[in-house]
């Protein structure tokens, strides 16, 4: 895969992972797309950037936003979509507000899925084109207590994505399917749970770095960091219920801020 003078849209661009993607997709003289809440820290990421970048604020909660920003951009033959915007929320279950989870499942599953499958056809019906959905290592894992409700929606997006993957290869079209799904990265994340940061993550800058790489080699799962995917690996000797356990008291202690 070629990343050179591409057309690129990033949602969640205005922190972490999706900023960086932003300013890794520009070093390549891509034409970007930039979507997220935040229209001030867009703008100012699109100052920064050195190649042409058109700013969508949008709030990815609600359908119709989704809708719209697909709408937009329809004619502008995107190349390469990110869908990065995504958030989640740290604490026992009966402590988390409904809304504020309804408001998570509609970011990290429906939009994605609806992003996903509008852009997907388009490049099925030139045959060309990427889609790198960012998961997380939680969706590679069968549970997350105290972060509950997002490991299940990473692991809808990281099940959803492999399919799709598999259907392109059973069709025989050049488009690109992938999902991101690392482990802690230092970024916003854990302030947004309202969880206790710990500096145990890797930057942004490797995340994006380790996955660009990956993606050319067209690989379909990434996963960025040695220890995560050793992790990974040697969880499949454990039990779902000793694993949960395990996964459930980290996310305690962060839930705790210790």
Not at 18 to 45: M, N, P
Not at 48 to 65: I, M, N, R
Not at 195 to 217: F, H, L, P, R, T
Request: net charge positive.
């Amino acid at each position: 895969m070629a990343f050179n003078n591409k057309m690129v849209l990033i949602t969640g661009a205005s922190s972490g992972i999706g900023t960086e993607f932003a300013r890794a997709f520009s070093k390549k003289g891509c034409k970007l797309i930039l979507v997220a809440r935040r229209a001030d820290r867009l703008h100012a990421l699109a100052a920064e950037l050195g190649t042409p970048c058109e700013v969508l604020p949008a709030d990815l909660s609600e359908e119709k936003e989704v809708l719209r920003i697909a709408e937009l951009t329809k004619d502008q033959k995107v190349d390469i979509l990110i869908n990065c915007a995504g958030f989640g929320l740290l604490g026992a279950e009966t402590a988390v507000d409904l809304a504020e989870e309804l408001n998570m499942i509609d970011v990290n599953i429906r939009a994605v899925h609806i992003l996903t499958k509008i852009f997907l056809e388009q490049m099925i019906a030139r045959n060309s084109g990427a889609i790198l959905n960012v998961a997380s290592s939680a969706g590679l894992l069968p549970a997350g207590p105290y972060l509950n409700t997002y490991y299940a929606t990473k692991a809808y997006v990281a099940s959803f994505t492999q399919g799709l993957a598999a259907e392109l290869e059973d069709m025989r079209r050049n488009v690109y399917v992938a999902a991101l799904c690392p482990g802690p990265v230092n970024t916003e994340f854990t302030a947004v749970a309202r969880g206790s940061q710990w500096d145990n993550g890797i930057s942004a800058e490797k995340c994006v770095s380790y996955a660009m790489k990956q993606m050319e080699k067209g690989k379909r799962v990434i996963v960025p960091g040695f220890t995560v995917r050793a992790g990974l690996f040697f969880s499949r000797f454990l039990s779902k219920k000793a694993l949960a356990r395990f996964v459930g008291r980290f996310q305690k202690k962060k839930a705790e801020g210790r």
